[in-house]
T-cell receptor, first 111, second 113 residues
Framework: RKEVEQDPGPFNVPEGATVAFNCTYS??????FFWYRQDCRKEPKLLMSVYSSGNEDGRFTAQLNRASQYISLLIRDSKLSDSATYLC????????????FGKGTRLSVIA | DGGITQSPKYLFRKEGQNVTLSCEQN?????MYWYRQDPGQGLRLIYYSQIVNDFQKGDIAEGYSVSREKKESFPLTVTSAQKNPTAFYLC????????????FGPGTRLTVL
């Protein structure tokens, strides 16, 4: 099983729709989790950290389910500007191994 | 303005030549990283450094070399031994070691002709 797995998409949704992405991770000892956003031909940028109790930032909500080892990202009222690839990132907490990046889920919001 | 800079943005080289990609940060971060990204693919870790004068191989270190003589700088050399060097190279840094949130530079797109 890969360390971090995401559905590659693409998810094509109309403006105003609600869309959710899931990500599973293999290491049950993983300590911290993040969502990054990457626009086409640009660098990844931190979107939000994911806390155990779940957290919200405007239209974005991140949830963590430790028992099932998955995290999710919910985007409400999608905007055209939300079109990007969303990367799930996990701290595997294995010695000094750096963060592990998923391959990303591509989202296209259509007018 | 604090941040991570990579230069140049686009780089073209002939096959068989070594090339060095620059990465500088003024965030006072201890750890720095190099990733490679191929079209439609995820990030793959090449090398990382948690402290000056120390670095570790990532998942795809063959054909690459790095140095970390200064906290602010982590240059990557793509050697002629790297079989498929054409890719998008991303440098990142983080604050307190390899577990903290990483911040990325704008990347260098290397094309080997």
């Amino acid at each position: 099983r890969k360390e971090v797995e995401q559905d590659p998409g693409p998810f094509n949704v109309p403006e105003g729709a609600t869309v959710a992405f899931n990500c599973t991770y293999s290491n049950s000892a993983s300590q911290s989790f993040f969502w990054y956003r990457q626009d086409c031909r640009k660098e990844p940028k931190l979107l939000m950290s994911v806390y155990s109790s779940g957290n919200e930032d405007g239209r974005f909500t991140a949830q963590l389910n430790r028992a099932s080892q998955y995290i999710s990202l919910l985007i409400r009222d999608s905007k055209l500007s939300d079109s990007a690839t969303y990367l799930c990132v996990v701290n595997p907490y294995s010695g000094n191994t750096p963060l592990v990046f998923g391959k990303g889920t591509r989202l296209s919001v259509i007018a | 303005d604090g941040g991570i800079t990579q230069s140049p943005k686009y780089l073209f080289r002939k096959e068989g030549q070594n090339v060095t990609l620059s990465c500088e940060q003024n965030l006072n971060h201890d750890a720095m990283y190099w990733y490679r990204q191929d079209p439609g693919q995820g990030l793959r870790l090449i090398y990382y450094s948690q402290i000056v004068n120390d670095f570790q191989k990532g998942d795809i270190a063959e054909g690459y070399s790095v140095s970390r003589e200064k906290k602010e700088s982590f240059p990557l050399t793509v050697t002629s031994a790297q079989k498929n060097p054409t890719a998008f190279y991303l440098c990142a840094s983080s604050r307190a070691g390899s577990k903290d949130t990483q911040y990325f530079g704008p990347g260098t797109r290397l094309t080997v002709l």
